[in-house]
């Protein structure tokens, strides 16, 4: 997560904030949804996925809305880099709410 989707995610979700202007800055956001989506495929990968319920669906959703990231970003789609994004988000939060761990109550 450290390496590979946290900063991925963070490109396309401040391309939204901050639209690419140039097409060097637009590849960065077309590699970042690429990597994104491989992210999610690495959480699908034995050993690593926690079961094939909800952990299969949530890495699918992230693999299926960062490949929206790149189409959008392919043609220079703010708007549908920003749908994406929020998508993204809502499949990231949802895995998060059920598999990150918690910190215990004081």
């Known amino acids: 997560m450290l390496a590979i989707t946290i900063p991925a995610s963070e ?7 901050e639209p690419p202007t140039t097409d060097e800055q637009w590849v960065s956001v077309e590699r ?19 079961d094939e319920g909800e ?10 809305t960062a490949a929206q990231a790149y189409a959008a970003s392919q043609a220079k789609d703010i708007e549908g880099v920003s749908e994406a994004g929020n998508a993204i988000y809502e ?8 598999y990150l761990p918690q910190p215990a109550a004081p």
């Open 11 to 17: 490109t396309v979700f401040n391309a939204a904030a």
């Open 32 to 50: 970042a949804a690429l990597a994104l989506a491989e992210s999610g495929n690495l959480l699908l990968i034995p050993g690593r996925a926690v």
């Open 55 to 64: 952990w299969s669906r949530f890495s699918h959703m992230l693999i299926d």
């Open 91 to 98: 499949a990231c939060e949802g895995c998060h709410k059920k």
